[in-house]
């Protein structure tokens, strides 16, 4: 038993390496590793990759990436003691030994249905309004082993056959849905039903987590442990993640989609999430509210605090619907959580990438009060390099809004004002920025009885071209009296009195 009250728990996440990482696949991996960790037991990862038609070049290294990021990292997998065992199309020989044992205790036969047949057969039945399945042909007919051959398992042909789930409780199967399913293909490779089965067995699976899609197939899994006479793992079926419209998520693109669509599928890939700079403490979080709660009102927790608190009676049993707006809150919330320093460190890379020219990048007290002047606006880290664009680049264009700041009557006035009243020294301190700030709106308030409202705005779009943003003092801080000059300036240029 766990410090907890559990026996160790040993789970595995089994994808398939067939399409993009999304965050629904990584939310079924999530829970899996947390019920693993809660219980002090061991977390699988394992490749089911006997699809070889399916199977997308890059999709395992995508995922194992994708794994290792948000820090679900696993006991055995196939990069531990004994890899290829835990990727299936290597270990051929182990499936095709356990059907040899089905076909010898009768079990299991050989089957030659051409696909020419097995359409004619489903829609016979689709005419009769009969659900399509295989008629069984096969079983009764002796068959030998052939190089097209497949072999099928015999299901019970009436009945029901009971699954039960720690989520869903007992689910009744009629056996009569189910035709006899292949096992093993005629390319030598064993069907998702048998790999699994055979796995979960050996690996010494206490608990198969994953998505409620796969629970049609459990009553064929069930049987398959009792024909082989091996104790079945319990299962939890998890709810779908959905998407905004209520669809379950694919891993492949679907082409219909519109732009916008296509924006919120990008953030579904962890990939994308992590070139945007999302922070995997933050994803983590989100992902693990996506269909289970503490049992608390607490929402920002710790990969630390949430194993704690994993337990399976907290899962949902509806669908998780993924909100980009839901995800960005927790990723701020997150961020609040680092130091000006942290927060600084993370950001580097992507203003070194776009501002390669930047000489104030190699001096951290810059940095650090950069980003303490934006932190506040950015929804992932990846933002800085668009927020905090006036540090490095004089406004190229002014919108509407803002030229019409700098077309209002006390436009040209402010910043003449402010350029006069410019020190001869290279940089401000944050101090002077304030102070040169106070006197500017002082004296224009004697000279033109101007109030902040009407000093303030046409100065912050001369320096940044935006009408909102970073504290003026701090932009005055940031960049150098040479180019705040330089700025008002050229601003100037676009005021009434030019
Ligand atoms: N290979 C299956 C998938 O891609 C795994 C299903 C299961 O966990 O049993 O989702």
Redesign the pocket.
């Known amino acids: 038993m766990s410090e907890h009250g559990f026996n160790p728990a040993r789970t595995?996440?089994?994808?398939?390496p067939?399409g993009r990482t999304h965050l629904g696949?990584l939310r079924?991996a999530l829970f899996a590793w947390l019920w693993a960790r809660h219980t002090g037991g061991q977390f699988i990862l394992r490749i089911?990759d006997t699809d070889r038609e399916r199977i997308v070049a890059g999709a395992q290294e995508e995922l194992m990436d994708a794994l290792r990021w948000l820090g679900l990292t696993w006991d055995e997998g196939p990069d531990t003691e004994n890899g290829s065992r835990y990727i299936q199309s290597h270990n051929l020989a182990r499936y095709h030994e356990v059907v040899q044992q089905l076909l010898d205790s009768g079990h299991a036969y050989y089957c030659d249905c051409s696909p020419e047949r097995l359409e004619i057969v489903r829609r016979t039945q689709q005419a009769r309004g009969q659900k399509p399945r295989y008629d069984n042909h096969c079983r009764k007919r002796a068959l030998s082993a052939a190089e097209h051959h497949v072999v099928r398992f015999v299901m019970p042909e009436s009945g029901t056959t009971l699954v039960r789930d720690v989520l869903r409780g007992t689910i009744h199967f009629e056996n009569a849905d189910h035709g006899d399913p292949i096992i093993l293909k005629s390319d030598g490779y064993p069907t998702?039903h048998l790999a699994?089965v055979v796995d979960?067995h050996d690996m010494r699976i206490t608990h198969?987590i994953?998505?409620d899609e796969?629970l049609p197939s459990t009553p064929i899994h069930v049987n398959l442990y009792a024909a082989l006479g091996w104790q079945a793992p319990q299962f939890v079926h998890l709810p779908l993640v959905t998407d905004h419209e209520r669809r379950k998520i694919k891993k492949r693109d679907d082409a219909e989609h519109s732009a916008e669509y296509a924006e919120y599928a990008e953030m579904l890939r962890v990939a994308t999430l992590r070139q945007r700079g999302y922070l995997p403490q933050a994803i983590f979080n989100y992902l693990a509210f996506l269909g289970w709660h503490p049992g608390s009102t607490e929402e920002i927790m710790t990969p630390e605090e949430i194993v704690v608190r994993f337990t399976l009676d907290r899962l949902s049993t509806s669908p998780a619907v993924f909100d980009v707006d839901r995800l960005n809150w927790f990723n701020q919330q997150h961020m609040k959580r680092l130091s000006n320093a942290e927060l600084s460190a993370l950001a580097m890379p992507y203003l070194r990438a776009a501002y390669p020219e930047a000489a104030q990048l190699s001096d951290s007290a810059w940095c650090e009060a950069l980003i303490a002047a934006i932190r506040d606006e950015l929804v992932a880290i990846g933002d800085v390099v668009k927020v905090a664009r006036f540090a490095f680049e004089p406004p190229q264009t002014f919108t509407p809004e803002a030229l019409a700041l700098l077309q209002a009557e006390s436009a040209a006035v402010a910043l003449n004002t402010l350029s006069a009243a410019l020190p001869q020294t290279l940089q401000l301190t944050h101090a002077e920025a304030e102070a040169l700030l106070k006197s500017v709106r002082d004296q224009l308030k004697q000279s033109h009885n101007l109030s902040g409202k009407q000093v303030l705005p046409p100065i912050r779009v001369a320096l940044t071209g935006a009408t909102g943003g970073a504290h003026l003092t701090d932009i005055l801080a940031l960049l150098s009296v040479a180019e705040v000059r330089e700025r008002l300036q050229r601003a100037l240029l676009h005021t009434l009195a030019a």
């Open positions: 595995r996440y089994a994808p398939s067939t696949n079924t089911e998702y699994s979960d198969v994953r998505a796969w």
